[in-house]
């Protein structure tokens, strides 16, 4: 394994060992365990229902694994709160989108900044001194996620009035705006047409190089994984079947077998 | 005219304290979903700790008031710690009845501190009659409107621009996405309480004041909330604003203009909630659901 520039790898940025989860009686996730390395962009990819998302909620803190561990820079992140996850460095984007839809643009994005705010209820009323100096610094870093993105035209609009592809941008705008150390995208392309998916493309691997934020993408278009992802970890009946670089993982009888079918003679 | 005048300003007067309250109940059924049936409780509550620091302990008014609101923000923050968190995922059904649950034990405690008689209350507020275009108001309830007044202003700055405050839109709008954000949902939940107390509690105060006296009945208010955030619609901020003023001068006229016999001014804020229900159920400035089983 290695990463784009061929350098050899550092450690772990993220250790997932022997995760698993189970819904009543639906097993989810089962003995699920790889590494995530910085500054790479790590795809997850498998059929409908081999548990990606389910993945990606152990990870944010959404869903509480009942066996297994996963590490984050050296801390256990089983059994924090989601919010707890966020001010590790954590961000993440949703399947179906999740935005403040009676909200602007730059509201939505200065919600991105809420980790990095320190103002309580007393302090945040006022509006000056300290709290205008900070409010200026949140603004300068949303101000940089919307040139990096694009979406000057519409920082003023509602998000709930904003086509399907805008919001899709939006959203992961917002979790730019954290400053995160690791971005979890579920499915950041689905239901875009081939111009917004090449967009969206290239502003992964922009922010994959220019902020070197690792990132996790769940993604069911097969070329864009191959095209941009450093490491694919596959995944069929929550478990895990494969793990390696695009290459490796495309030459894998087991990854041709979930995806094709078996043939039986 | 002059009747006119005199009905509009205390109907506005009235009103203005409606909204208040309604405020509260609005901050937590956006954040939360929970219809609060104690909202007037908490009014009460309110009125009763302004009571105790002023009247019983004998504390100068603006220090015994800020003290009673600060005690009323704590028992907020209690009665959602221990009352509603262990009741997160119950059916809605369930908090409604909890939350009238609680609304006949705050009453008891409160009848079991205080009695069940009315007590006499400072008016701290002046109440020297002002001459406007002709009608003439008490000093006190135009105190009502601008105080209220006041405490909107300082609310919408808090929403618009601290950081709880909007956390709080944040988790109105869309839970998940709020706490990906790092916004923890319980916090935001406790300040709901907080501030709904606090609102309540200037709303308890200022009727206190007006009426001179303090009693268990002051809590009825609490039932005028729902004309005013049916009206207004639940979900809106603005809203209630804009409901509590229309409730109240509504009651005004209806009670004014109207034979008194008939006791119309009580009863016509519930006539408008049966006809906002008809026509309109979201109210003027609710948002319209849509909701597909």
Aim: hydrophobic share 50%; glycine share 12%.
């Amino acid at each position: 394994m290695a990463d784009r520039n061929g350098a050899s790898m550092p450690e772990a940025q993220m250790q997932i060992e022997g995760i698993g989860l189970s819904f009543g009686g639906v097993r989810a996730l089962s003995g699920i365990t790889f590494n995530i390395y910085p500054s790479t962009i790590q795809a997850i990819i498998g059929p409908n229902g081999a548990g990606k998302t389910s993945m990606l909620n152990c990870i944010s803190g959404l869903y509480k694994p009942q066996q297994g561990q996963i590490r984050f820079e050296g801390q256990n992140l089983i059994g924090r709160a989601p919010h707890e996850i966020a001010r590790l460095g954590i961000a993440r984007s949703f399947q179906n989108i999740e935005l403040f839809r009676h909200m602007t643009v730059v509201d939505n994005l200065m919600l991105g900044r809420h980790v990095h705010m320190r103002g309580g209820v007393l302090t945040g009323g006022l509006y000056w001194g300290p709290g205008q100096r900070e409010e200026i610094a949140h603004r300068e870093a949303v101000e940089q996620v919307i040139d990096l993105l694009e979406i000057q035209s519409i920082r003023k609009k509602t998000v709930g009035s904003l086509s399907y592809g805008l919001q899709k941008r939006v959203e992961l705008g917002r979790a730019l705006a954290m400053h995160p150390r690791l971005l979890l995208l579920d499915e950041p392309m689905a239901g875009m047409n081939s111009e917004e998916k090449e967009d969206m493309a290239r502003f992964i691997l922009d922010i994959s190089e220019e902020q070197r934020t690792t990132i996790v993408l769940i993604e069911h278009d097969m070329g864009v994984v191959m095209d941009i992802s450093d490491n694919v970890a596959v995944l069929e009946f929550g478990q895990l079947i494969a793990y390696g670089t695009p290459a490796e993982v495309k030459a894998n009888p087991a990854v041709i077998a979930a995806y094709l079918g078996q043939e039986h003679s | 005219m002059e009747k006119l005048i005199q009905l509009s300003l205390s109907g506005i007067a009235n009103g203005a304290i409606y909204a208040l309250v309604a405020l509260g109940f609005v901050l937590i059924f956006k954040s939360s979903d929970v219809i609060n049936f104690a909202q007037g409780e908490l009014l009460m509550i309110g009125a009763y700790l302004t009571y105790m620091t002023v009247q019983q302990i004998g504390l100068f008014w603006p220090i015994g008031v800020v003290i009673a609101v600060i005690l009323a923000a704590v028992v907020g923050v209690l009665i959602e710690q221990l009352v509603l968190r262990p009741l997160i995922g119950e059916p809605a059904i369930s908090v409604i009845m909890v939350t009238i649950g609680l609304s006949s034990v705050l009453r008891a405690i409160v009848g079991a501190i205080w009695g069940i008689t009315p007590l006499p209350a400072p008016q701290f507020l002046p109440r020297d009659p002002v001459n406007i275009l002709g009608a003439t108001v008490g000093m006190d309830k135009l105190l009502a409107i601008g105080l209220a007044l006041l405490l909107f202003g300082i609310l919408t700055v808090f929403f618009r621009t601290s950081s709880e405050g909007i956390a709080m839109r944040a988790v109105a709008d869309d839970q998940q996405a709020a706490l990906s954000m790092g916004i923890s949902i319980k916090r935001v939940w406790a300040v709901a309480w907080a501030i709904a107390a606090v609102t309540a509690a200037a709303g308890g105060i200022l009727l206190m004041s007006i009426f001179g006296g303090v009693s268990g009945t002051i809590a009825h208010v609490g039932l005028l909330v729902f004309p005013v955030v049916i009206l207004g619609g639940l979900d809106s901020i603005p809203g209630a604003v804009v409901g509590g003023i229309i409730i109240g001068l509504i009651e005004a006229f209806a009670g004014g203009y109207l034979p008194p016999e008939l006791g119309m001014g009580h009863v016509t804020p519930f006539i408008v909630l049966v006809l906002i229900l008809l026509v309109r159920p979201y109210g003027l400035f609710g948002q319209k659901l849509i909701e597909r089983v």
